[in-house]
């Protein structure tokens, strides 16, 4: 079975600043890959998503993704953080299981943009 | 396009009442449905999924059911509520698997979360 670690549990960052959330997964096999933000008492909101073609991947609100198969990760990235981007975020890998893809979810980062 | 909403966006009850949690999704047919449950300072863990009506999944152990009564409405219930059963859930839709021209990928498009706190 497939599983998620994101490595960091909290990570603090100036406004401005840059920011990577890091996750890997566990299996080399094809994949199909997201990121999700959540921002406090809302569901969950796709910030990219990877599913074939080239390994850099643009999303929504600047935030960027690289999908590294030999190191079975797909971290995320944005060039300078604002405060409206203090939110969880949390990576997720797609799991075949015949007949039925079930989305396993990371433990989730909290990011925290002080100004 | 496609939405999901679910109802009430806040509860609280106390120890031994019931609790229904309704959600509904419009503008897609034959989804997969879900719900999911997030407990203070953890991550998301999967309750129940429906990949049809009447047919639901379980994936923990608890004091809670689900219901799939319409092909776009998804339910979540328990007979007596515990102090343990506080918490945010979410429901979620995804493309039925092996739909033609469907995204089959397994992504999630998320309601906006009911908050139940149990006293």
């Known amino acids: 079975a497939q599983s998620v670690t994101q490595l960091d549990s909290q990570v603090p960052v100036f406004e401005e600043a840059p920011v990577e959330l890091r996750c890997n997964y566990s299996?080399?096999?094809?994949?199909?890959l997201f990121w999700y933000v959540q921002y406090p008492n809302q569901g969950l909101q796709l910030l990219l998503k990877?599913?074939?073609?080239?390994?850099l991947v643009k999303g929504i609100n600047g935030f960027e993704a690289e999908f590294n198969k030999s190191q079975t990760s797909f971290h995320l990235r944005k060039p300078s953080v604002h405060i409206s981007d203090t939110a969880e975020y949390f990576c997720?890998?797609?799991?075949?299981?015949?007949?039925?893809?079930?989305?396993?979810f990371g433990a989730g980062t909290r990011l925290a943009v002080h100004p | 396009s496609q939405t999901i909403h679910q109802w009430p966006a806040t509860l609280v009850q106390p120890v031994g009442s019931p609790l229904s949690l309704e959600c509904t999704v419009e503008?897609?047919?034959?989804?997969?449905l879900y719900w999911y449950r997030q407990a203070a300072g953890r991550g998301l863990q999967l309750l129940f999924y429906?990949?049809?009506?009447?047919?639901i999944s379980s994936e923990v152990p608890q004091n809670l059911s689900a219901s799939r009564p319409q092909d776009r409405q998804f339910i979540l219930s328990s007979k007596k509520l515990l102090l343990s059963d506080s918490g945010f859930y979410l429901c979620?839709?995804?493309?039925?698997?092996?739909?033609?021209?469907?995204?089959?990928?397994?992504?999630?498009?998320f309601g906006e979360g009911s908050r139940l706190t149990v006293l």
């Open positions: 997720a890998v797609s799991e075949n299981l015949g007949g039925y893809n079930k989305l396993i």
């Open positions: 979620a839709w995804s493309v039925l698997f092996g739909t033609s021209g469907g995204d089959n990928t397994g992504e999630l498009f």
């Open positions: 503008g897609t047919s034959n989804p997969n």
């Open positions: 990877y599913l074939s073609g080239s390994t």
């Open positions: 429906s990949v049809g009506i009447g047919q």
């Open positions: 299996s080399s096999v094809s994949v199909y």
